[in-house]
């Protein structure tokens, strides 16, 4: 009798532990029976950020400002996470947020997506959202187009800022919505307008158009505008030259560009006199150029030298 109890306890204790793993392997499998598991993905993978290569180990990634620096430019998982087959290949993927300080005063938002792919993670360009805001959900737009047809993989964005001018030390009040896309072949996101009908342009470039000058923000927080609207303005030409428009003077001269690093040089402009233009502001905050990127709103972002603040194109 006690070796028959003793039999049947051993097949009670035999016949739990399959179902634990059957209940394991089921909940941690990409696809079973065609339909797609959710899993508990990592966030670490390499992602472009601000146009340079950052890879996330155990959620952070920390590399020195510049050679020999004793500042260091510090990148991390901040969450908001949010579960999608982004690519439609039955594998759950990730979008969510990342933090990054380089050194000054700011932090740096950034929303990103890791592709969950049979040959690993994979990473894509983050999104700039904007400097010490306020991250809110991420979802997916569900809804349609006015030609009744849907929007498929439309990822929002929600986030609250400061109006216009206001300083870093009052706390983010407006509430903002983007509107993304993302390629899986290239691995960069489009902001898709809210009556969007059809691909959105993910395929920003320097020369695509005449870009005009909305502002500059200094890591001081100090925002410059331009006195006078819509006079100055940029362009890039495809023999890497380009021209610029003052309140007073044409400015020319050449430009590098090295991934996303950006070298004015030989800068020349016409000679007259105007009385209160702030052409001398301008041509010294094209001089202090160092990177560039296009940020959730399609501007293009010119960053300065040394973290010194950020010069808006429209």
């Not at 300080?101 to 950034?110: K, P, R, V």
């Not at 990473?123 to 009744?148: C, F, W, Y």
């Not at 500059?216 to 925002?223: E, F, I, N, P, Q």
Request: hydrophobic letters at 35%; aromatic letters at 10%.
């Amino acid at each position: 009798m006690k070796k028959t109890l003793i039999i049947l306890v051993s097949l009670v204790l035999i016949i739990i532990g399959f179902l634990i793993y059957k209940f394991n392997f089921r909940s941690n499998n990409i696809n079973i029976d065609n339909q797609t598991v959710k899993q508990d993905l990592s966030h670490d993978g390499t992602y472009v950020i601000a146009g340079q290569k950052v890879t996330l180990k155990n959620g952070i990634s920390e590399v020195p400002a510049t050679l020999g620096s004793n500042s260091k430019i510090v990148t991390k998982y901040f969450g908001n996470d949010l579960n999608y087959d982004l690519n439609e290949d039955s594998r759950e993927d990730k979008i969510f947020i990342l933090t990054q300080e380089t050194g000054g005063s700011g932090t740096f938002y950034y929303v990103v997506a890791l592709l969950n792919t049979a040959n690993g993670p994979i990473g894509s360009d983050g999104v700039l959202l904007g400097d010490r805001i306020a991250p809110q959900i991420i979802n997916m737009d569900e809804g349609k187009t006015t030609n009744g047809t849907s929007r498929k993989n439309v990822i929002v964005v929600n986030y609250a800022d400061r109006k216009i001018g206001e300083s870093f030390a009052i706390v983010p009040s407006v509430a903002k919505s983007i509107w993304l896309k993302l390629d899986p072949k290239t691995m960069q996101f489009g902001e898709v307008t809210q009556n969007f009908e059809g691909e959105t342009n993910l395929n920003n470039t320097l020369t695509m158009k005449k870009w005009e000058w909305v502002k500059t923000l200094y890591s001081d927080d100090k925002l410059v505008t331009p006195l006078k609207q819509n006079i100055f303005s940029i362009t890039f030409k495809n023999d890497n030259t380009f021209s610029a428009k003052t309140d007073c003077n044409n400015i020319g001269g050449e430009y590098t560009v090295k991934d996303n690093a950006l070298n004015f040089s030989k800068m020349m402009s016409t000679k007259m006199y105007c009385e209160g233009s702030q052409e001398d502001d301008f041509s010294k905050m094209l001089n202090q150029t160092q990177n560039y990127l296009f940020d959730s709103k399609g501007e293009l972002v010119l960053t300065m030298k040394f973290d010194s603040g950020s010069i808006f194109f429209k």
